[in-house]
RNA sequence: GGCGACGUGGCGAAGAGGCCUAACGCGGGGGUCUGCAAAACCCCUAUUCGUCGGUUCGAAUCCGACCGUCGCCUCCA
């Protein structure tokens, strides 16, 4: 079987087949850093990274670009009002975002381009434009695209651009538009806001300009998917389609991918309702970030996701589920013969861990097959019914698909020495069969997020994955 | 108002005509193991899939109506 995915703009699930065959080009629609991102807008990140992930387990190359947006309306309103240029607010939070999704263990996009450093290639796209006739200025020096100029526009939204004109809006700064539908390709100047002279004149990237001459730039005019959130589609995506499209004359994405949102309280996650959690607070109250990403990740992207107080406690639960596992498999020993059933068993395992995320990255089925496989494990271990080599044959396997997910706990990293000490302390005090004092020890460790189990393997430890309540 | 998604056990969630007396995770109850624990394993926890009709030999899965929830149509992951 193959890789399927579903498109939004035709509404198929259809099966992946790169441009470049192996080679797979993604782009998703990255933050703007105008301010912290919230679990939300991570959720689709994370969404992005559980693709790229797997398509790499699929054995296919992928280049993966995210683009992180520096410049806009928003950062310029909160560097003015805090009397920094644009540039610190945004550097300040990109590596804010970028610390945080490495917290969620977000594997790093091969490249994440700035807006700001993608100004001739904007000016460019923005003058291909005006040559084909799509783009007109305005008297303020602003560039836009004329959507009476582009019949396909609205297919991706399934909108209407008749019926647009209805509940028209006009911005302040957008007088002077021939047509209310039509969008800002480049804003004029304005005094106290950052400029750049360009062959089309002074100013700075419009609002969905940027992402076209991004994506174009470092994945070509046509690539194989576009990820983002469905709030994205309409008008961010449907104008990144209309603008390059139209200066290309060629189809700009095979595959348009978008994730739900997640939602508090019955509602979207939005800065707007004030209904946020953020990454760095949930971690510093304790939360396991292995606990976060499991949440987040565990329901299929186009569903929406729920948050509640149950969401990280019971996130919490299955991911020390699959680490108490890896830690038992580590410690197990049993001279005997291989188990002749185990490769069958992994197979099966692997087999269905596959088929469900080939499917639209039905991640439901993928994990239905893979606690399926940490019961029969901890069966198997339980009986003894493994070899040595058994558990630890088993133990790769479980990292290999782990590596997709990405929620395990490392293999057995150093403990602290002070801790450490206290486990020899207790593994000593039991064997003197001194039961307050190995308590005393056990309880002492869990406190400090180390729980500990005696086993027929010895005394047996891991950390605990903590949900912050 | 237009467009769209969705409604499955205490919670999350898969399943999209017969393998479903409904996967998997969390939670709860009982048991086994253990110095005690923990982990793990075993048993139990939806004869039922929003409601009402219809199609069919057969429906959670198809059709219709209704009720409810959410999203987009404006900055938004």
Redesign the pocket.
């Known amino acids: 079987m193959t890789v399927r995915l579903a498109d939004t703009l035709t509404?198929e699930v259809r099966p992946l087949e790169p441009l470049e065959p192996g080679h797979v080009r993604v782009y998703t629609?990255?933050?703007?850093v105008y301010g912290p991102?919230h679990i939300?807008?991570f959720?689709?990140?994370l969404f992005a990274d559980l693709l790229v992930r797997y398509l790499r387990y699929r054995g296919l190359r992928v280049t993966w670009a995210m683009n992180l947006t520096d410049i806009?309306?928003?950062i310029i309103r909160g560097a003015a009002a805090e009397g920094v240029s644009t540039g610190e607010l945004a550097d300040r939070y990109a590596t804010r975002f970028l610390a945080d999704a490495s917290a969620l263990g977000m594997t790093r996009p091969d490249v994440l381009p700035r807006a700001t450093e993608h100004i001739p290639q904007i000016a460019d796209l923005v003058a291909r434009l005006r040559d084909a006739g799509h783009a007109y200025q305005t008297e303020d020096g602003s560039w836009f695209f004329r959507i009476a100029s582009w019949p396909a526009y609205g297919r991706l939204?399934?909108?209407?651009p008749e019926?647009?004109r209805?509940?028209e809006?006009v911005?302040s700064d957008e007088y002077g538009k021939d047509d209310v539908r039509d969008?800002a390709l480049w804003k004029g100047p304005k005094p106290g806001e950052p400029s750049w002279d360009t062959p089309i004149g002074p100013g700075r990237p419009g609002?969905h300009i940027e992402c076209s001459a991004m994506s174009m730039t470092h994945l070509g005019p046509s690539f194989d998917i576009h990820t983002?959130?469905?709030?994205?589609?309409?008008?961010?995506h449907e104008d990144e389609i209309a603008q390059s499209e139209a200066a290309t004359g060629k189809p700009f994405v095979r595959t348009w991918m978008h994730?739900?949102?997640?939602?508090l309280g019955?509602?979207?996650?939005?800065?707007?309702k004030g209904n946020i959690e953020r990454v760095a607070d949930l971690l510093a109250a304790g939360v396991s970030p292995r606990a976060l990403r499991y949440a987040l990740i565990?329901?299929?992207y186009?569903?929406?996701?729920?948050y509640?107080d149950?969401?990280l406690?019971?996130?919490a639960?299955?991911v020390?589920?699959l680490d108490?596992?890896l830690a038992?498999l580590a410690a197990y020993r049993e001279d005997r013969a291989d188990d002749s059933t185990l490769p069958g068993l992994l197979s099966g395992v692997r087999a269905g861990f596959e088929a469900g995320l080939d499917?639209d990255l039905?991640i439901?089925?993928a994990?239905?097959a893979?606690?399926?496989g940490?019961?029969e494990l901890?069966?198997r271990?339980?009986d003894r019914t493994l070899s040595t080599a058994d558990a630890a044959h088993a133990a790769t396997f479980l990292r290999e698909l782990d590596a997709v997910l990405g929620v395990a706990a490392p293999p057995a990293d150093e403990l602290e020495p002070e801790l450490a000490a206290m486990l020899e302390a207790r593994a000593a005090a039991?064997s003197a069969r001194q039961?307050?004092e190995?308590?005393r020890l056990?309880d002492e460790l869990a406190e400090r997020g180390i729980?500990?189990?005696?086993?027929r393997d010895g005394q047996r430890w891991r950390r605990t994955v903590a949900s912050g309540g």
């Open positions: 509404g629609c990255g933050p703007t991102a939300g807008n959720r689709s990140f806009d309306d928003k939204a399934r909108l209407d019926a647009m209805v509940g809006r911005e969008f609002w983002g959130g469905v709030d994205l589609v309409f008008p961010h994730c739900a949102h997640l939602r019955g509602e979207k996650m939005a800065k707007s565990s329901v299929h186009r569903a929406p996701l729920n509640t149950e969401s406690p019971a996130a639960a299955a020390d589920r108490a596992l038992a499917d039905n439901s089925e994990l239905a893979l606690f399926e940490v019961r901890n069966r271990l339980a039991r039961w307050a190995s308590d056990r729980a500990v189990e005696d086993t």
